[in-house]
């Protein structure tokens, strides 16, 4: 039915997973660079993820994503062979190209077949880059290397070899015997032991095994490490570790020591064709066979339908047995209630379990920020290091989507407005060198995202003062205010505390964005920020989108939910004095001001018996943009399942989704931040449009 | 999901007519004031007894309002408002019809009375425009008859996506 269809969103979220792939060995790559250890296995994956990714496109008729794959790969392949040697200049292009293959792919996907207007420059920066000098000429001679052995090394194999006799690293033979059956086995486990002490060039049979069914290899190993402390590490009666010896042509010695066949005395010039062993062994390492399954989340939603039918049924059967127990069928209706309840218990593992493979690992939206952070601190030229804790942690996947957005604009307001230049952080004693921390962790049902930076933290009095300066608050409230309250400003819409905008953050457009889309998910945001110490943003979220607390009210004779994210307290109001300001009415709560909104006036809804005498105030709303919902009832709390309103209701403003009430009933979310945005911004206006509309 | 009782026993009924006429269809024929409508069946995923709506505000007015059947968010609209005929009081005979909208969104509509499944072939069909004259609305499809009476077929797809 969608085979076509099918197959195209397969090569979508397959290229996906490939520039994932390839950004993050990038970001790997460019720690390790920074470090001074750059590591080839992730130019080796980075490669190999752009390589499939070529083929992947071709094969799919992508002509912008082959041809940036071909200059990507091309760039790699000089980089993997050390013909190139890495470089941050190098790098950035490269972490271009994962943008701009995410955006082929977009554009790809909506049908549109022009290339992005990003796609031609960067091809040009690729093709232009300067071809790269290396200076490996020479390092093979330091060795008395069998010239049968370096005729078989690939040309990578060879740069590695040269590279590691440039490091200064010295050679050792590992003579290794393994039975054929666990060959495959065998050598992971080797290079795993092996991998800490240095580097595998290359592994070649010696074609002297001592059985028919036991193979012989000579592994060439380069290491900084000493000859006893490899035999210490890596021998076993199997594995025997001999240095090779350098020839030292520069003292003019005759190699002495051992014979350059010592390495491999009769290695044959290539594997022989009955001699498959080891050729299977690459083989099962390149094709690491995996053990995941791409699944469309609507067909996840779609079984997790089924459950709720299920359960039906399970009512139903229930029901029946009501009804046989009625005429006297004891023993039956026993028997019937046992398979009941395990009917039941598995149901709920069924939801579980669906609900559980929803479930995806921030690292994912964690490598995207990471990319970003790189790039923003490159623009700006601050030197900032990322710390990332807890990306396995877990959230459902549009959780995780959603969040993308949010975080990228945290990170950014960190890098730009956080951290400060590097002059500025030397003179305070910091280290030049800004750190942000990007915490993730389980926390009960919840999961923290915690965003930490060791810059200048807010400047609370700033933020008071530019309130104040806008009229959002008066000086009475300003001198009211404490810290917390005055940190929460930074989610006020339209305040910004760096006074000039820049290209990073922009023009204070923003932190009220990211906090009305966290509460939209059922999350909460807290503000912590220390003057010249740092800030620290932290981010509750629900593990499971559905899942939200939520006050449940009662207003002309409808239940509608606000989410407890987003209310402060609820109050009686039995009449207290009201007046009108700039067209809202406006009550007095401990000595300050709070807006009101009566719901049913602003929702139009039809009263059919007039308002009870004692109603309440729900306090709602963010920072300073706080509210007064004017409802008939408190019902109370609840744990509710929001779902988004169909297509049909897409124009309706003021409700983020509705909920099942378990009786067939339904009740509506309202969307706080919306509403208070009519109250506030567009005032009666609004009111006015919405009465014509209704 | 089950299938509709009333589709069921016509489908049986029917089965040697369709079998000497493949082309023909089957319609859901429904009462709206008074007045006959048929939709192709094959859109009704299912009829319901209407379920407690609860009102949306600021929604058009032909959105009667939202209910759950079996978890699923519905929105329940107003056929007689959609298609500007006289409103009625809920009966018991009222119900819902559960049709596939646009967006792949569940719509449900509701209807006075539903009737039976009629099979019609397209030569029992008449252009709307030549019995209702020319300023039928799009979404009128076609005019049949059924037992003396007209019945409208509706075409949902043009009906929900205007």
């Avoid at chain 1, 999350?523 to 449940?552: C, F």
């Avoid at chain 2, 089950?2 to 369709?18: D, G, I, T």
């Avoid at chain 2, 859901?28 to 209407?50: K, N, P």
Wanted: net charge negative.
């Amino acid at each position: 039915m969608d085979g076509i269809d099918g197959a195209r969103e397969e090569f979508y979220s397959e290229a996906q997973e490939l520039i994932d792939t390839l950004s993050r060995n990038l970001l790997a790559l460019d720690a390790a660079q920074k470090a001074g250890l750059p590591d080839p296995t992730l130019i080796n994956e980075a490669f190999r993820a752009v390589h499939t990714l070529k083929g992947l496109a071709g094969l799919f008729g992508s002509t912008g994503t082959s041809r940036l794959a071909h200059a990507t790969e091309d760039l790699l392949d000089e980089l993997r062979l050390g013909r190139r040697e890495l470089r941050a200049e190098l790098l950035d292009p490269l972490f271009r190209s994962v943008d701009v293959f995410t955006q082929i792919l977009l554009r790809d996907k909506q049908g549109l077949d022009e290339p992005p207007p990003t796609l031609e420059p960067l091809l040009s920066a690729l093709r232009g880059l300067e071809q790269g000098e290396v200076a490996e000429q020479g390092a093979l001679e330091q060795y008395a290397l069998d010239p049968g052995v370096l005729a078989v090394l690939t040309e990578y194999e060879e740069h590695r070899l040269r590279a590691s006799i440039l490091a200064g690293l010295a050679l050792y033979k590992l003579r290794v015997c393994f039975d054929l059956t666990s060959i495959d086995r065998a050598l992971d486990e080797l290079k795993e032991r092996a991998k800490p002490y240095g580097e595998i060039i290359t592994y070649l049979p010696t074609g002297e095994s001592p059985s028919v069914d036991t193979i012989e290899l000579d592994v060439l190993f380069a290491s900084a490490a000493d000859l006893s402390t490899l035999v210490g590490a890596l021998g076993t009666d199997r594995v025997v570790v001999e240095p090779i010896a350098r020839s030292r042509p520069r003292e003019g010695l005759a190699p002495s020591v051992l014979p350059p066949a010592a390495l491999a005395p009769s290695a044959p010039a290539v594997p022989q064709a009955g001699d498959a062993a080891p050729e299977v062994g690459l083989e099962r390492s390149l094709k690491a066979v995996s053990q995941t399954v791409r699944v469309d989340i609507r067909k996840l939603d779609h079984l997790m339908n089924i459950v709720g039918e299920l359960s039906l049924v399970r009512s139903a059967l229930q029901r029946w047995g009501e009804r046989l127990r009625a005429e006297g069928h004891r023993a039956l209706v026993t028997e019937l209630q046992r398979l009941g309840r395990t009917f039941d218990r598995r149901l709920l593992e069924l939801q579980d379990g669906i609900l559980e493979v929803r479930m995806v690992p921030l690292g994912q939206v964690f490598d995207r920020l990471a990319r970003v952070l790189r790039q923003v601190s490159r623009e700006l030229g601050k030197d900032i290091r990322l710390v990332i804790t807890g990306a396995e942690t877990e959230l459902d996947k549009l959780i995780v989507e959603e969040l993308s957005d949010p975080l990228m604009h945290m990170i950014r307001n960190a890098i730009d407005h956080g951290i400060e230049g590097a002059e500025q952080r030397r003179a305070v004693g910091k280290p030049a060198a800004g750190t942000i921390a990007l915490n993730a962790f389980q926390k009960g049902n919840h999961v923290m995202i915690e965003i930490e930076d060791d810059g200048g933290g807010i400047d609370a009095a700033a933020l008071v003062a530019r309130a104040v300066r806008m009229g959002v608050l008066d000086a009475t409230e300003a001198s009211q205010m404490s810290h917390r309250e005055a940190l929460e400003l930074v989610f006020t819409p339209g305040l910004s505390t760096k006074l000039e905008a820049s290209d990073v953050s922009g023009r204070g457009v923003g932190m009220d964005v990211v906090k009305t889309n966290i509460a939209r998910l059922g999350g909460v945001i807290d503000l912590e920020s220390e003057p010249g110490i740092g800030t620290k943003l932290a981010i509750t979220l629900p593990t499971t989108l559905a899942i939200v607390s939520a006050l449940m009210v009662e207003v002309a004779g409808q239940i509608y939910a606000v989410p407890l994210a987003v209310v402060s307290e609820a109050l009686a109001f039995d009449g207290q004095e009201t007046r009108r300001l700039e067209g809202r009415e406006v009550m007095s709560l401990r000595g300050a001001s709070l807006t009101l909104c009566q719901l049913a006036v602003h929702l139009r809804l039809a009263v059919a018996e007039p308002a009870p005498e004692r109603r309440f105030v729900v306090v709602s709303g963010f920072g300073a943009r706080r509210m007064g919902l004017v409802v008939d009832r408190l019902i109370g709390q609840q744990d509710i399942v929001v779902k988004p309103l169909g297509h049909s209701l897409a124009a309706v403003r003021g409700f983020s989704g509705a909920t099942d009430l378990g009786d067939q009933r339904v009740a509506l979310v309202l969307d706080v931040g919306a509403l208070i945005e009519e109250v506030f911004v567009l005032g009666d206006a609004a009111h006015d449009a919405w009465r014509l509309h209704g | 999901m089950a299938e509709v009782p009333e589709r069921r026993v016509a489908r049986r009924a029917l089965q040697r007519v369709v079998a000497r006429d493949g082309a023909a269809e089957e319609y859901l024929s429904f009462c709206l004031a008074g007045e006959l409508y048929g939709v192709a069946i094959t859109r009704v995923r299912e009829i319901a007894i209407v379920p407690p709506l609860t009102q949306v505000p600021r929604a058009r007015p032909e959105v009667l309002g939202l209910c759950s059947v079996r978890g699923l968010l519905v929105t329940v609209l107003d056929l007689r408002r959609r298609l500007g005929v006289a409103e009625g009081p809920t009966t018991r005979r009222s119900r819902v019809l559960l049709v596939g909208g646009p967006q792949e969104e569940v719509l449900g509509l509701f209807v006075d009375e539903v009737r039976q499944v009629v099979l019609l072939a397209p030569t029992e069909l008449e252009p709307a425009s030549v019995v209702l004259g020319a300023k039928t609305p799009d979404h009128v499809a076609a005019v049949g008859r059924l037992d003396g009476q007209l019945l409208v077929i509706i075409d949902l797809k043009l009906l929900l996506e205007s």
